[in-house]
């Protein structure tokens, strides 16, 4: 069984670029959520998908968007990078959408935004 | 809406001793909770969780949680400490009407002193 895969594991941008981060989720799960984890705190909702529509929001604004694919794996795209979006980046999936359901967590990718 | 209050952002705990990581939520509707551990440069793993039922849950590694509704807590604690067990500690809470997103706390950092 393969767990869920992020890449890239660390990258560096400046200020105003854009992003791209990849996640593959787990075999069998068809849901998948993206945290955003700063420095010293836990990890905060950006948003789900679940079956290629996104059917859940955290507090983040526009800028930070994503889409899920056919096989379930998944991108969140961030525009207008600012510093304070450096942080770590975490994935994780699930099957189906129920929240009784545990989230299944990649290793992260970390972004630095200089 | 849920949160989740994790009191002491360090623990500090001799080899072999009691493990206690306290966590305490808020929810408008009955919760589902998580204890997850993160070891450095690592993801989220899960450590156990409670949905319904038995109020007392088992988890990997020896740890084990109570669900109290009366004191809105969900305690983690392990008998006896490891070496390997030092790492970070997240308590989250999800129920069925947050819109698929979990809350974390902000974690407690374990450190085990041989």
């Known amino acids: 069984e393969t767990g869920v895969t992020q890449s890239p594991t660390h990258l560096i941008k400046t200020r105003g670029q854009q992003v791209t981060l990849r996640c593959s989720s787990q075999?069998?799960?068809?849901?998948v959520s993206w945290y955003q984890q700063a420095l010293g705190q836990g990890p905060q909702f950006i948003f789900q998908?679940?079956?290629?529509?996104?059917?859940g929001r955290g507090n983040f604004p526009p800028r930070f968007s994503g889409l899920q694919f056919p096989n379930y794996s998944s991108e969140l795209n961030v525009n207008a990078l600012e510093l304070d979006d450096s942080a770590l980046y975490l994935c994780?999936?699930?099957?189906?959408?129920?929240?009784?359901?545990?989230?299944?967590f990649g290793e992260g990718s970390r972004l630095t935004v200089l | 809406a849920q949160s989740v209050t994790q009191l002491g952002s360090h623990v500090s705990v001799s080899e072999g001793a009691l493990v206690l990581l306290r966590c305490n939520y808020s929810?408008?509707?009955?919760?589902?909770l998580f204890w997850y551990v993160q070891y450095p440069n690592q993801g989220l793993q899960l450590l156990l969780k409670?949905?319904?039922?038995?109020?007392l849950v088992k988890g990997i590694n020896g740890f084990e949680a109570e669900f109290k509704k009366s004191e809105t807590s969900f305690h983690l604690t392990k008998p006896s400490a490891h070496m390997s067990d030092a790492a970070e500690y997240f308590c989250?809470?999800?129920?069925?009407?947050?819109?698929?997103?979990?809350?974390f706390g902000t974690g407690t950092s374990l450190t085990v002193i041989p």
């Open positions: 994780a999936s699930r099957s189906g959408q129920g929240n009784t359901g545990e989230l299944f």
């Open positions: 075999s069998g799960h068809n849901t």
């Open positions: 998908y679940y079956r290629e529509e996104e059917n």
């Open positions: 929810s408008s509707v009955p919760p589902y």
């Open positions: 409670y949905t319904t039922g038995a109020t």
């Open positions: 989250a809470v999800t129920a069925s009407n947050t819109g698929n997103q979990f809350y």
